[in-house]
């Protein structure tokens, strides 16, 4: 017999959502197969089972929060029967979300008879229904009786599918009922012009973070326009040989990453951290990159961008992007950066102002590439442009640094040349 318990995940987060039981009761699981697809804060993270055998119970339903160190499941000796009928998630809904664990009953109850058939009637519908986890809590939630619900599928089990499919019908009420109780027993959801959905734990996390960032910073934004002429020209011409001599294409982001860092080097300030009544200057240049996911937001890091060039740079947003996409990612992945670059523009964003990334004070906004009229020596011409906005924590940096950054930014995107010699 062993317990499948909840792992460690990282130093700043203590407890997770089960997202998906990869085994059901009764399916037999090798030692190191996943059993557990858990989504904490940040990542999802897959958990194994230490030892080989069949799974024997699963002590939480799907949606639900476990804490480190948490028994989730049990997994004992014997072959998988494919049996169900022992998941203790499958319990009465009208029942506690608390996990429920299998009683095996005494000797002298299991040989007690019904005392008569009417018992047996009174018995719960609901027990007796087939139903997977999900949908188990889905209409816990939502106060359904889980036998009223009909299925598509031919072994009757409830799906998640169902119980939604089933909360949207038009209601059938008993004539007999007065229409003052009709109204009140009906939710404001069952017109259909409003529906309830609960929040990810990554959504969750993601709203109270952005909610802490804009309580207790002084942030500020300013912004700036680039010409794209001349990166764009670049571009153009370099991106076959590049594809060719670096199998990964070249993108203006790692452009943007290193206009960064040189000005990082020149703006210390903006690669720093505020801890307590101290500044912490950070001598390392570690940027985040946002890359939007189902799940939201989240920011990989690319490490030592003042060390690597422009094919090792674009190597790794791919492979990072990749990871955040296939929901791969690791902890370690997004830890420890220095400042962070979001890119609205991919959605077709003009102008935004970004909210800073946790404890740092900068972050940078690239937006769409937009062609408009500029004013160029005395003739007006078209020309690629680009708003970019920096918001930044005002209690470290002043708006002279903010602006200079910004500046320098747009100054080596507009003169390609430059960044490559300050690289």
Known sequence: MAEIKVPELAES????TIAQWLKQVGDSVEKGEFIVELETDKVNVEVISEEAGVVQELLF?????????????????????????????EADPAESDAPVKNVEKPASEKATPAPAPVAKEET??????????????????????????????????????????????????????????????APKEDDGRVTREKMSRRRQTIAKRLLEVKQSTAMLTTFNEIDMTNVMALRARKKDKFFEDHDVRLGFMSFFTKAVTSALKKYP?????LEGDEVLLKQFYDIGI??????????????????????????NIGELAKKARDKKLQISDMTGGSFTITNGGVFGSLMSTPILNGTQVGILGMHTIQKRPIAVGNEVQ???????????DHRVIDGKDSVGFLKTVKELIENPEDLLLES
């Open 13 to 16: 987060i203590t407890e997770g």
């Open 61 to 89: 339903a799907e949606g639900d929060t476990v804490e480190v160190g948490q028994v989730i499941a049990v997994v004992g000796e014997g072959s998988g029967s494919g049996d169900t009928t022992k998941n203790p998630v």
């Open 124 to 185: 719960s519908s609901t027990e007796r229904t087939i139903a997977s986890p999900a949908a188990r809590k889905l209409a816990r939630e939502k106060g359904i009786d889980l036998s009223a619900i009909s299925t598509v599928d031919p072994m009757g089990r409830v799906r998640v599918q169902d119980v939604e499919s089933h909360s949207n019908a038009p209601k059938q009420t008993p004539a007999t009922a007065p229409a003052a109780a009709k109204a009140s027993a």
């Open 269 to 273: 300030y903006v690669n720093a951290e």
């Open 290 to 315: 946002a890359v939007s996911t189902e799940e939201g937001l989240v920011v990989p890091i690319v490490r030592d961008t003042d060390r690597k060039n422009f094919a090792e740079i674009e190597a």
């Open 382 to 392: 078209i020309r690629p442009m680009m708003y970019v906005a920096l918001s930044y």
